[in-house]
């Protein structure tokens, strides 16, 4: 059987009521259980999470009637939960597997179908290609009979206490903001923090299917409103979580928005220098040169991996990761799980706080004069797939030996065409494989660095899109 189906970075998605329908939903949860069989060593379980999305509890539920049809322990959250938590689940319960109906941080009108592998963490691409080769080959096994609906315990957050200094947190006095973005973060961490001397305001905590009007994404623009409260209420910090809530975004004491590279950096000294934490670092294509510097200077192991938290994910399986990131807002520690999670991070943004009794502008600008001063931008450009890879191609293939003012001094393909440039300062031209999006990532020791940069940047691409970018 053919089925217009094809797994991504972790699982399928796809637009709701398009692709995206009960009967394509139960042949993906019917291939899933066929590949869960297989798992050794594990209990014959598995355990089912949703966001807030359109019908995503409806989803959730045929993809549970699916593998209780298929005779397996089947545990059913009884609400909108971060993805994280199923991971930790799987992991804690010894199941086979888990699924979240999750679409992360697309927009509203996409759903999908995320697999959680036993160890805790997202299945890699080796498990995605065994799922998506039985699809259609069996047929849909149903019941209604064995499934198990509940709603968080206490072991998750038990756990996350446990990573950080949380009676140093409790007593900071630390006023912070929370944005749900309306997705699965909800009130998480403002209960987590209920009781102790922290004051919580959380925003946009009500799930919203159309999440507002935009994508849950935690950055700029998107997280204008958590910066407007945090200057309005004078609070120290914001607290951003994306749909899913797997992905985090920092605002700091002022309003501006902490980019995921000196959230990334700032974490890897907290982790090192204050927690006493070891092992080796790992970061995707488009993080932080900083990060390089800090490994360096402490002699630690650097790894680096292409876009998407995947690829770090299963560095985690057979390495001690201190600390792994990519750029749009994916962290994970091994001793937590190897899996992106934005309710912890978030946490451990706090503990940083907490530790060092220091703002986050005093913490950027302690880093900058240590390690040397960056600036970040990037830009999601729609232009046809043909002329995104023609500006990747043209970066490899005819490169020029300048470019805005700067020395080109090598060009790397990882991902995409990496253009480094004299005076510290680089550009990343990557094409999405399945849609039209050019991704432009720039970094440079000034702003007006990355401004000149990213400029040049978009004047290059403008000359292969024939339509335009916007």
């Not at 998506?132 to 849909?140: A, C, D, I, T």
């Not at 940083?352 to 005093?362: D, P, V």
């Amino acid at each position: 059987m053919s089925l217009p189906i094809k797994f991504g970075t972790d699982g399928w998605r796809a637009i709701i009521a398009d692709t995206f329908t009960f009967e394509n939903l139960r042949h993906v949860a019917q291939a899933t259980a066929d590949y869960f069989q297989t798992v050794a060593g594990t209990e014959r379980g598995v355990f089912i999470g949703f966001d807030v999305r359109f019908l995503s509890p409806q989803f959730a539920r045929a993809a549970a009637e699916v593998f209780a049809g298929n005779g397996f322990k089947v545990i059913l959250m009884d609400r909108p939960y971060p993805t994280p938590y199923v991971s930790f689940e799987v992991r804690r319960r010894k199941f086979a597997g888990g699924i979240v109906i999750t679409a992360s941080h697309n927009p509203p009108q996409f759903n999908g179908f995320k697999v959680k592998a036993s160890f805790g963490g997202s299945a890699t691409p080796a498990i995605t290609a065994q799922i998506e080769s039985r699809l259609g080959k069996n047929p849909v096994q149903r019941s209604v009979q064995g499934i198990e609906v509940v709603g968080p315990d206490e072991h998750y957050a038990a756990h996350l206490k446990s990573l950080v200094d949380w009676d140093r947190i409790s007593k900071s006095n630390l006023k912070i903001v929370v944005d749900s973005m309306h997705g699965s973060g909800g009130m998480i961490l403002e209960n987590l923090l209920a009781g102790t001397s922290c004051t919580v305001k959380t925003i946009r905590a009500n799930p919203d299917p159309l999440f507002g009007g935009i994508n849950p994404e935690p950055m700029m623009p998107q997280l204008q409103p958590l910066a407007e409260s945090i200057r309005k209420t004078q609070s120290d910090i914001g607290l951003a979580t994306d749909g899913d809530a797997d992905r985090l975004g920092i605002v700091d004491e002022t309003g501006e928005y902490v980019n995921t590279l000196q959230t990334m950096s700032l974490l890897l000294l907290h982790v090192y220098r204050n927690k006493g934490w070891r092992g080796a670092v790992a970061r995707t294509y488009s993080q932080s040169l900083l990060i390089p510097r800090i490994a360096s200077s402490f002699g630690l192991q650097l790894y680096e991996r292409p876009i998407g938290f995947k690829n770090i994910g299963e560095l985690m399986l057979e390495n001690e990761i201190l600390i792994g990131g990519e750029e749009s807002g994916g962290i994970g520690l091994s001793r937590h799980l190897p899996e992106r999670d934005g309710i912890f991070i978030n946490l451990l943004m706090l503990d940083l706080l907490a530790t060092s009794g220091k703002t986050c502008t005093q913490l950027i600008h302690d880093m900058w004069k240590e390690f040397g001063e960056f600036h970040f931008d990037r830009r999601d450009l729609h232009v046809p797939i043909a002329a995104g890879n023609a500006v990747v191609e043209k970066w490899q293939t005819d490169p020029p030996s300048t470019f805005a003012g700067r020395r080109v001094q090598d060009v790397g393909n990882l991902d995409g065409s990496k253009v480094f440039l004299d005076k510290d300062s680089w550009i990343l031209f990557r094409q999405s494989g399945t849609e039209p999006l050019l991704r432009v990532y720039c970094e440079a020791p000034t702003e007006s660095g990355v401004r000149e940069i990213m400029g040049a940047g978009l004047e290059f691409v403008e000359q292969f899109a024939s339509h335009g970018v916007t």
